[in-house]
């Protein structure tokens, strides 16, 4: 399969995303600052709608580019011509593998979670995958559970034809993405004090805190209950830089239910920031991440979390594409 794009300019790191500061008072009768890191609009940084890389519709969403690009660089490098991932039916990593495959002229495998969902109708998540090429593959939770084995792995490359594929984790948080997302904690090292991210799997988390040094801080907000995500984090950091870094926590308190669950709060929530913010920002909240951070953010403002001064910034993951991002059914 050829590419439709320039590999190499494909390739090549983006400027920074824009930055914006945001007046809501939830925040300033507390003295604090809050800026929005607008990784959503990171395509936006170079001229997308070109002969050279396609129009901005194909690129893949949100911040997705700065966990995929060093594993897309790896991949093609050696010479592989498949991608083999995984993720549930509401996946971004999915969606952005699948748009990278096709703008780069890989095939893309995507390992899904629940073979269940074979039998139903595809979402519009997995409706884009397959739009872009990818192949999906639904397999049961408990083998999913054990993708990670190296004979279960070995069993899911066989079955979908593609031994030789170049495997990407679950989210694309592994130690190239890890590095790829410490350029977001660089971006933003001389203009905030505590840098915030809704949390999947950890790797942006793990990048950005490494980015920002130690004299900043990064809190992250797991968007799934389980309390799992720090020993995933710190283990990402140590086979990445040798450490865990020291400057970030975890706040546990806001994943409403779980992965793709909200609650009536967190609906009105996100429906009155776009209303005070979506028109001059050019803002629309995604549900499943970014809703949960900026609801986090300003129950921990109320809260006194930060102190008075403080320059807090919200990393805006991804837009909201699909208005049913905010149902509770999935």
């Known amino acids: 399969m050829s590419s439709p794009v320039d590999i190499a300019a494909f390739l090549r790191p983006r400027p920074p995303s824009p930055l914006q500061e945001v007046e809501d008072e939830r925040f300033t009768r507390h003295g604090v600052r809050l800026l929005l890191k607008r990784d959503d609009l990171i395509h936006s940084t170079v001229p997308w709608d070109s002969a050279e890389l396609g129009p901005v519709d194909l690129y893949p969403p949100g911040n997705k580019f700065r966990k995929l690009v060093l594993n ?59 739009s872009d090429g990818m192949r999906l593959r639904f397999v049961d939770r408990s083998t999913y559970r054990r993708k990670h084995e190296p004979g279960t792995l070995a069993g ?61 801080r990064a809190l992250g907000i797991p968007v799934l209950k389980g309390g799992f995500l720090g020993p995933e984090i710190r283990a990402l950091q140590r086979g990445t830089f040798g450490a865990p870094t020291a400057n970030w926590h975890l706040d546990d308190r806001f994943h409403c239910g779980g992965y793709a669950r909200a609650t009536p709060e ?65």
């Open 72 to 130: 897309l660089a790896a991949a093609t490098d050696a010479g592989h011509d498949t991608l083999l991932t995984f993720g549930g039916a509401y996946s971004n990593h999915l969606r952005a593998t699948a748009a990278a495959g096709r703008l780069l002229g890989l095939a893309t495998i995507g390992v899904v979670r629940g073979d269940e969902l074979a039998e139903r109708p595809l979402n519009p998540s997995l409706t884009r995958c397959v």
């Open 156 to 216: 899911l490359l066989s079955a979908a034809g593609a031994c030789d594929a170049y495997v990407i984790p679950e989210g694309g948080s592994n130690s190239l993405a890890v590095r790829g997302c410490t350029a977001l904690g660089e971006e933003l090292r001389e203009s905030t004090d505590v840098a915030a991210v809704a949390c999947g799997t950890g790797g942006t988390l793990a990048g950005l805190a490494a980015g920002l040094g130690p004299d900043r």
């Open 266 to 330: 967190l609906r009105a929530f996100a429906e009155d920031f776009e209303d005070r913010h979506g028109d001059e920002l050019g803002l629309s909240v995604e549900r499943l991440y970014v809703a949960k951070l900026l609801y986090a953010l300003t129950a921990l403002s109320e809260e006194g979390a930060f102190r008075p001064g403080t320059r807090l910034t919200a990393v805006i993951t991804g837009a909201r594409e699909d208005p049913a991002q905010s149902s509770t059914s999935r």
